[in-house]
């Protein structure tokens, strides 16, 4: 039996900008899948600018993160995959995890097969006053509702979403 309550579990939170040669690749791999779920070309405004590893908190020095959501109920995400102290450089097309609570209310926003609990177990660390600084600007425009809000990044942290109807 898991003795961890959910206050105790975390995402392993470790972030990194996305490169631009990796916005490409996944920009290709998603304008590459037949037929196109809504008949819209994606293009660099749908990629992520930041990278937020939201596996359970781990030990390795493998990190993964959504570049790019994909359109579409059970659509997947375009994920990169990324050492410790090196640039991202590998995309991956990942299917959504099908899980979902036993309510059906949530799904889970990671890929299919990941290791650890499901993000709905799962809360954000609380950044670093210096931290939060320095990617304050990317995370305020990561987060920023398609109204055009402005959220404060001090207490809205990135956290892919699935494309998928967990009411289905």
């Known amino acids: 039996m898991n003795v961890f309550t959910r ?4 995402i ?6 996305v490169p631009v040669h990796l916005v490409t690749v996944a920009l290709g791999m998603a304008n590459a899948i037949e037929p196109a779920w809504d008949g819209l070309v994606y293009v660099a ?5 930041l990278l937020v590893c939201t596996l359970q908190a781990h030990r390795g020095p493998v990190h993964h993160g959504v570049v790019l959501n994909l359109r579409g ?16 450089c590998l995309a991956l097309l990942l299917p959504d995890c099908p899980v979902t ?12 097969g990941h290791p650890g ?7 954000d ?12 600007p990317l995370l305020a425009q990561q987060d920023r509702p398609l109204d055009g ?12 979403t699935t494309n998928r109807n967990p009411a289905r």
């Open 117 to 123: 609990v499901h993000s709905w177990e799962l809360a």
């Open 101 to 112: 609570t036993a309510d059906g209310d949530e799904a889970c926003s990671e890929f299919v």
């Open 149 to 160: 809000r402005v959220l404060d990044a001090a207490t809205r942290f990135h956290r892919p």
């Open 73 to 88: 109920p059970d659509a997947g995400a375009v994920w990169a995959a990324w050492r410790d102290g090196i640039e991202p």
């Open 7 to 10: 206050a105790q579990r975390f």
């Open 12 to 17: 392993c939170g470790c972030r990194t900008v």
């Open 125 to 136: 660390p609380a950044l670093p006053p210096a931290l939060l600084a320095a990617f304050a």
């Open 45 to 49: 405004e749908d990629a992520a600018t």
